[in-house]
Each structure stands twice: as structure tokens, then as C-alpha cells.
């Protein structure tokens, strides 16, 4: 266990606002990590569990302990068939997908440069380029950090939705995710559907998993900011899924919106689309602005603080609904001065 000599949380979250916590703490096994949330319990003080901080804002400073998920385990078996990963959650997501394809273990190259740790990585479900983490998901492992009890949930229990998954709702107080395990096949094959990943079917005669790779982390540096210079969090809302008929309608009165059909006949639309409609690119408020390029991103751009953050997405929401009449939801993580706090509610 360490102990962080300050407490200022700018270096441990991607936007890197200017928040401090009580205390915070590096932990290395779980064991650490429950000895730690009972001495928080009995002295009454708030705990967050940290990964790497790129899915979350901090509203105000934490009077709390926040603890770094530095579970670093790692062990992959196999049959004949399938690799078996069984991955510690503190690992960086981005270095396992890299050490596996080093190791001659493909499947998760769509998924490449995705921050974060693994351990985050069921909470919402990450996603990209056509694959989501519910497609290798073979378990996940949790701890009751009240009572030190530890549960398997198979990728059917861990009730993966679009980032969304029971690590957001029946999981989401006192558990903590410690490991996780993936299935992998051996009998690789590519996943281009997504649209720019086709290109690769006409620029290249044999389609490698670090081709894929390669290709997705240039496309992701060159359109996404990189948070080490500029904070920022990903994706700052979800892409909306509105009903077919609602849908047709948009279609009418907007046949460019881009539009993705649901498995159940919903539409989810491009969240980024329609703020770019609003012309709302490059709006700033306070320090916190919407990124000149990626409607989507918001930015820490002049020593942001929460609140101007919050005020931002809520004129966002405001200007969208004016518009569409269609209702954003953060996909961020917001976290108040004691844990956190209902998003939807707080920019509406
Ligand atoms: C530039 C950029 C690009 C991004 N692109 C994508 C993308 O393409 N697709 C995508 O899906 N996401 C994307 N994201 C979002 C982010 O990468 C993911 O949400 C990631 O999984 C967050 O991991 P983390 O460790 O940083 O989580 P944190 O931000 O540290 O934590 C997020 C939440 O999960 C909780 N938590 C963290 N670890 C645990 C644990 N072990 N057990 C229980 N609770 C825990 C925290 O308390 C917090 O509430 C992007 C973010 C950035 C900054």
C-alpha cells in the first residue's frame, strides 16, 4: 500500500480539474483494498475506487479517501480452442490488448487505445470500432467490500447493455470489480464492419490483427485529444436511442443524421451529430469549452472547474432538446463531495 504524499487529484483523473481529497492510496491486492475501506469505514470517511480516472468528473473537491486500483495480475491459459485471460483489474486496458497481440493472442485489436483500466472496463461496457467488452467477457470477479466476500458473475449476470451494465446498478455501492477473465478464440478472424475499418479490405492483401491494431491507434491520436495535454474524458454524452417512429421522423425533417437500427427496432443516433447541428463546436464555459474538432469531447481548457463543466453540459442538453427534442444522458461519471452523484440529474 502507498501513500500518496499530496492529495490533489489533477494528475489521477483525465480532466485533470484542480480537486483535492482527503487522502489518497495506491493499492496492490485486494487484501490491501479491504483492510483499507474498513479503516474508511470505521472512521466514517467516504472511499472511491480509482482506475485511471478517464471516465469520471469531479463536481467538487472528495472529502473522502480515493483509492488507486494497482491490481496488477495477469494469467492466460488455454484449450485447444480458446484463450483463457484472467486479467488482475488494475492492469491499463491499452497494455494488455498490446501484450496479448505481442503474445500472438488475438480479438481485442478493435478495442486498442481505449483508456482506462481493465477493471473499468465492464462498468460501462467499453466499446469501439464495432466490438464491445461483453464480446470476450467470459466472467467478471467482485468483492462485497463490507463483508470481504468474493462472487463470479459470467458475462449473462454481468446484464451488458450499451455502456451500461449491473456494475452500474445492483454492483455499483461497496462492490468493487478485482479481476476479470476474457475468452479469446484461436481461430481468429477480423471485425471490419465498422465503416472506416472496411478500407483496410482494399489497402491491404493480408489483414493482421496489428494491422487493425495499428490502424485504429493512428485513427484514435489523430481524431481524439490526447488527455496528457488537453483534459478531457472520451465520449462526454451517450449516443441517444429514440423509437423507429420518432426516428422516421427526425429522418424527415434531417435525412443527413446519421442513424444506427437497434436490434429491437430502436434508432440510437450520432450524440455528436447533433450537438455539431447545434453549432455548438469550440463553445466554451468558464474553463471548460467543447472541442474545436469532436462535438462529443468536452475539454479542460483554461483551468476548468466542475461546475463550469456541469453548466456546459447542461446548456448543451438544453440546446439539443430546443432542437431535436432529444434528451442527452452523460456517459462521464459525476462525483460529488461525498461519491458519486446521478448525472441525468445534475445538468438537467
Ligand atoms: C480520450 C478518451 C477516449 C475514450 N474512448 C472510449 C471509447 O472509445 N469507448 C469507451 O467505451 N470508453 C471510452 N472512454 C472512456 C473510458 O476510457 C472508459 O470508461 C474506461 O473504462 C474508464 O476506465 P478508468 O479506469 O479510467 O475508470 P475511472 O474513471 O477510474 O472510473 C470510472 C468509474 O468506475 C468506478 N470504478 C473504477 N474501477 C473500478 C473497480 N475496479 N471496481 C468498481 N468500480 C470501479 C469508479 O469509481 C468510477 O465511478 C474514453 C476516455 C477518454 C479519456
Known sequence: MNYNHHNKLKKYHTFSLNVIARAVYSIYSVNELIMLCKNARLNKCSVLLLGEGSNVIFVNNFDGLVILNRITSLNITESSIEWYIHVGSGNNWHKLVKKLIKNGIYGLENMAFIPGSVGAAPIQNIGAYGMEFKDVCNYVDIINLINGKQYRLNSHECEFGYRDSVFKHKYRENFAIVSVGLKLKKLWKPILTYSNLTSLI???????????????????????????????????????????????????????????????????????????????????????????????????????????????????????????????????RFIGKYGEINAKDAIS
Open 202 to 332: 482494399f489497402t491491404h492483401t493480408k489483414i493482421t490483427a496489428k494491422t487493425i491494431f495499428n490502424f485504429i491507434c493512428k485513427i484514435r491520436k489523430s481524431k481524439l485529444p490526447d488527455p496528457y495535454l488537453v483534459g478531457n474524458a472520451g465520449s462526454f454524452f451517450k449516443n441517444p436511442v429514440i423509437s423507429s417512429k420518432y426516428a422516421s421522423k427526425i429522418n424527415l425533417l434531417y435525412p443527413l443524421c446519421p442513424k444506427y437500427p437497434q436490434i429491437n427496432g430502436d434508432v440510437k443516433l450520432s450524440a455528436g451529430w447533433l450537438i455539431e447541428q447545434c453549432n455548438l463546436k469550440g463553445y466554451q464555459y468558464g474553463g471548460a469549452a467543447i472541442h474545436n474538432n469532436h462535438a462529443l469531447v468536452l475539454i479542460n481548457k483554461n483551468n476548468a472547474t466542475g461546475k463550469d463543466v456541469i453548466n456546459l453540459a447542461r446548456y448543451i442538453k438544453k440546446k439539443v432538446i430546443e432542437k431535436f427534442d432529444i434528451k442527452l444522458e452523460p456517459e462521464v
